[in-house]
């Protein structure tokens, strides 16, 4: 009995990392800002260091999903505030991957600002994701005498509501939940109200931090990301530690705006070959 009781589990041991896919992630870069001011940046960064800024969302195929973490945006609400050169809008930005809109089939919304929220209504056949407290808040308190809706756009925000009247939004129910095969969303930044980051499983194992590190150097020098008050800052560098525990490497967290990744990734145009 205890042999195949012990087959029995290395069956669907094997059955489960069959099931998993080996994802392939790209980075899309669809603007840039060069010579951004470290300061604004980093809490504490240096005042008088600059680096170059990446407008990236990322594209993650297996398993039979074309899926986007983050959908970059299309609306001018708040490009004022952002010098930004060689911009391209994200329909036609997944193109230069051999992707056309119409097959995305997901998209992750890593939180809701403006530059990653902005651009799900370009992809007309993809389930949306997002976290229930962060969908809640930015729906309903923010907008409310007291609330924060700094960096979000109400125009996404009505069509964040009109995904889901249509039954295409998916309300992500906490930390650590897998939402494909392999890949697990992760909270507790604080970033914005309920920001989350991705775990793509596979050999190896990448971390997608979107805001949660905006730079490398967030995750070298244990420094947060802009957010939304003092209380935020240990959160968020404790999470950049958790993120690279994820990873097993500090290597394999990928920053939401590190104009780096098109360095330290094979690159062809706007593209960054991840893995």
């Known amino acids: ?4 009781l012990t087959g029995i ?6 059955a489960a990392a069959a099931a998993t896919p080996e994802y392939s992630i790209e980075a899309i870069r669809y603007a840039s800002s060069p010579a951004m001011p470290v300061s604004e940046l980093l809490v504490g960064g240096p005042k008088d260091e600059k680096a170059d800024l ?60 403006w530059d990653h929220m902005g651009g799900i209504d370009l992809f007309p056949k993809a389930q949306v994701w997002i976290q229930k407290e962060e969908y809640r808040y930015y729906t309903t308190d923010a907008w409310q005498p007291g609330g924060n809706h700094g960096g979000i756009d109400p125009e996404d925000v009505k069509a964040l509501v009109q995904l889901n009247t249509e039954g295409r939004l998916h309300l992500i129910d906490g930390d650590n939940v897998e939402i ?11 970033h914005t109200f309920a920001a989350q980051y ?12 979107s805001d949660n590190a905006y730079l490398y150097r ?58």
């Open 1 to 4: 009995m205890k042999w195949i």
């Open 9 to 14: 589990f290395c069956a669907f041991a094997f």
């Open 54 to 113: 990446a407008w990236v969302f990322w594209l993650i195929r297996g398993g039979g999903h074309t899926i986007l973490f983050d959908s970059g945006f299309h609306r001018q609400t708040f490009v004022k505030y952002f010098p930004m050169q060689d911009y391209l809008r994200p329909d036609e930005a997944v193109k230069l991957a051999g992707v056309q809109p119409d097959q995305v089939t997901d998209i992750v919304v890593s939180h809701a600002h």
């Open 180 to 190: 494909f095969p392999g890949i697990r969303a992760y909270t507790g930044g604080h």
């Open 198 to 209: 991705l775990c793509v499983t596979g050999s190896p194992t990448f971390v997608l931090a």
């Open 218 to 275: 967030n995750l070298a020098a244990h420094l947060a990301s802009a957010t939304f008050s003092d209380a935020d800052h240990a959160a968020n560098i404790a999470n950049q530690a958790r993120m690279i525990e994820l990873a097993g490497s500090i290597d394999r967290v990928v920053p939401g705006h590190d104009a780096l990744q098109f360095t330290r990734f094979s690159t062809q145009g706007r593209i960054a070959k991840i893995k």
